[in-house]
């Protein structure tokens, strides 16, 4: 069974979102999508200061089966990215909450926040 | 809900994801794709293949038939249990199938694909006109295949335990390529995936408890995603993808599975062929290479290839499969190009990303195998 946690966000594009104190949010993708994509094995992380739009792509990341494209949860600005994932992109499967996040973004617009989808209305989506 | 094999519900206890395949409920994976795939390599892993077709042919006509409708030249299967990989053709020349052809005590054994079943067969029922041919399809047996390092020892040592001792020596007897029977047991030295191994046909009634015997010797099971991986390290094609109707065998790495002599044999997709040779040799006819890519990023299916000309022009390619290799840990792909590529590559999302080209083949028993 995947794993939804109470404190985060959900895009219906299976990224997760993590409000952080200082304002910025924390993104990666969820345990379900994980798990579908199977062994993760490459990430076109985004840039470091790169601008994103809301829905728009920012990434890809790429399993041995398929790649897929990774959406912004929130336009906004980049302000870290994940690198440890250019060697070790497993790391999204195994710990795809905490190790495997891809990056955080500071939020031009935080009302989008009110777009994303609680852990229950995610969850169930995925049934 | 699709066929479903007799291995169906060990499947799911055993975790399997099952997916659609040809119309088959099949396992894809169940633990992970590289854990799969790496205990091939490296041990042994067992696959259920039941889903292929069977097709066994007999009667007076068996070999003069199969000589007109195959490529390869069954002739050259001189004692019963040699077998070969050969293509069935269309008059255009055209792969309607690729196939391993087994000669038996009573005639020929053919094992099809399973996407292509119903065209199969029908095309075989449309070209039995002037032979004397008894063709039968054998839905009640189930195919095993037991690949990987320890997979000749594991696999005898079961059969003997399951009362089948006089196979249980096949596995160390066999020579790759070739097999034995006994009762509706089949066992052969054939498989896909680059590593020593057998695949064991027999009754659907006995194929649970030779998976169970199999799995408590520590075979693996492996699902269809780490056997596409494995079969295209190997090199080898995938009907519907690396070929299909449209493709030449001579653009298919299969022109070695065309039996050119004797001269005068006959057999269906000939004069096509012998076309497509003069145009292979003209540089008109596209090519099979194999790609290697080492930098970040993964290889797919039906991405675009530019590829580089020995005059400077550009001409497009295209991957018929792709995929990251676990073994190697980059990605890897077979390619259809233009004859006389010097360089080429991959368009990546809009980026051009260059790739080497080899012989296809890139890894065997465990060991990458080209320069």
């Known amino acids: 069974m995947s794993d939804f946690p109470d404190d985060l966000k959900y895009s219906a594009t299976h990224e997760w979102v993590r409000v952080e104190e200082d304002g910025s949010v924390t993104v990666g993708i969820s345990?379900?999508?994980?798990?579908?994509?199977?062994?993760?094995?490459?990430?076109e992380l985004p840039e470091e200061?790169?601008?994103?739009?809301?829905?728009?792509?920012?990434?890809?990341?790429?399993?041995?089966?398929?790649?897929?494209?990774?959406?912004?949860?929130?336009?906004?600005?980049?302000?870290?990215?994940?690198?440890?994932?250019?060697?070790?992109p497993e790391t999204v499967n195994s710990d795809p909450y905490g190790e495997g996040w891809i990056c955080r973004i500071l939020p031009s617009n935080p009302a989008e926040l009110e777009d994303l989808l609680d852990a229950d209305t995610y969850a169930g989506m995925c049934e | 809900m699709g066929n479903r094999t007799p291995?169906?519900?060990?499947?799911?206890?055993?975790?399997?994801?099952?997916?659609?395949?040809?119309?088959?409920?099949?396992?894809?994976?169940y633990t992970s794709l590289i854990e799969e795939h790496n205990a091939v390599r490296t041990h042994a892993g067992v696959f259920d293949v039941s889903h292929m077709t069977i097709v066994d042919v007999s009667g007076p006509d068996?070999?003069?038939?199969?000589?007109?409708?195959?490529?390869?030249?069954?002739?050259?299967?001189?004692?019963?249990?040699?077998?070969?990989?050969?293509?069935?053709?269309?008059?255009q020349g055209g792969v309607i199938d690729d196939l391993i052809v087994y000669r038996t005590e009573q005639g020929f054994r053919m094992v099809v694909n399973c996407a292509t079943r119903e065209k199969d067969l029908?095309?075989?029922?449309?070209?039995?006109?002037?032979?004397?041919?008894h063709l039968q399809e054998r839905p009640e047996l189930a195919i095993?295949?037991?690949?990987?390092?320890?997979?000749?020892?594991?696999?005898?040592?079961?059969?003997?335990?399951?009362?089948?001792?006089?196979?249980?020596?096949?596995?160390?007897?066999?020579?790759?390529?070739?097999?034995?029977?006994?009762?509706?047991?089949?066992?052969?030295?054939?498989?896909?995936?680059?590593?020593?191994?057998?695949?064991?046909?027999?009754?659907?009634?006995?194929?649970?408890?030779?998976?169970?015997?199999?799995?408590?010797?520590?075979?693996?099971?492996?699902?269809?995603?780490?056997?596409?991986?494995?079969?295209?390290?190997?090199?080898?094609?995938?009907?519907?993808?690396d070929m299909d109707e449209s493709t030449s065998p001579l653009s298919?790495?299969?022109?070695?599975?065309?039996?050119?002599?004797?001269?005068?044999?006959?057999?269906?997709?000939?004069?096509?062929?012998?076309?497509?040779?003069?145009?292979?040799?003209?540089?008109?006819?596209?090519?099979?290479?194999?790609?290697v890519m080492t930098e970040r990023g993964v290889l797919r299916e039906g991405l675009r290839l530019e590829c580089v000309m020995?005059?400077?022009?550009?001409?497009?390619?295209?991957?018929?499969?792709?995929?990251?290799?676990?073994?190697?840990k980059h990605a890897i792909a077979l390619a259809r190009i233009p004859s006389g590529t010097q360089q080429c590559a991959a368009d990546i999302r809009g980026k051009l990303i260059p790739v080497r080209m080899v012989k296809p083949g890139f890894v065997r028993h465990g060991k990458k195998v080209f320069d």
Do not use: C
């Open chain 2, 252 to 291: 298919a790495n299969m022109a070695w599975t065309i039996a050119w002599e004797p001269a005068d044999r006959q057999f269906i997709g000939r004069a096509a062929v012998e076309q497509h040779k003069q145009q292979l040799a003209d540089g008109q006819l596209p090519i099979m290479k194999g790609l």
């Open chain 2, 7 to 29: 291995l169906f519900s060990r499947h799911q206890d055993a975790g399997a994801r099952l997916v659609d395949f040809g119309g088959w409920d099949m396992p894809i994976q």
């Open chain 1, 31 to 43: 345990d379900h999508a994980q798990d579908l994509l199977g062994d993760i094995v490459f990430i």
């Open chain 2, 144 to 241: 095993l295949a037991v690949q990987g390092p320890a997979a000749l020892t594991l696999t005898a040592q079961v059969l003997q335990t399951l009362g089948q001792p006089e196979l249980a020596g096949a596995p160390a007897s066999l020579k790759p390529f070739t097999a034995t029977g006994s009762g509706d047991w089949f066992v052969a030295r054939t498989g896909y995936t680059g590593e020593h191994g057998m695949e064991i046909m027999l009754p659907d009634q006995n194929a649970g408890q030779l998976w169970d015997a199999l799995l408590q010797a520590g075979v693996k099971p492996i699902g269809l995603g780490a056997r596409d991986t494995l079969r295209l390290e190997a090199g080898m094609n995938l009907y519907g993808h």
């Open chain 1, 49 to 88: 200061g790169a601008t994103v739009t809301a829905k728009d792509e920012m990434s890809v990341v790429e399993s041995v089966k398929a790649a897929s494209d990774i959406y912004a949860p929130l336009s906004g600005e980049v302000i870290a990215v994940n690198d440890d994932l250019n060697d070790a």
């Open chain 2, 122 to 133: 029908q095309w075989m029922q449309d070209h039995l006109e002037g032979f004397e041919v």
């Open chain 2, 62 to 91: 068996a070999e003069r038939w199969l000589r007109f409708m195959l490529a390869n030249d069954v002739a050259r299967l001189k004692i019963s249990g040699q077998a070969l990989y050969t293509g069935m053709l269309n008059e």
């Open chain 2, 310 to 328: 020995a005059d400077g022009s550009k001409l497009d390619g295209i991957i018929t499969s792709g995929t990251f290799s676990p073994t190697l």
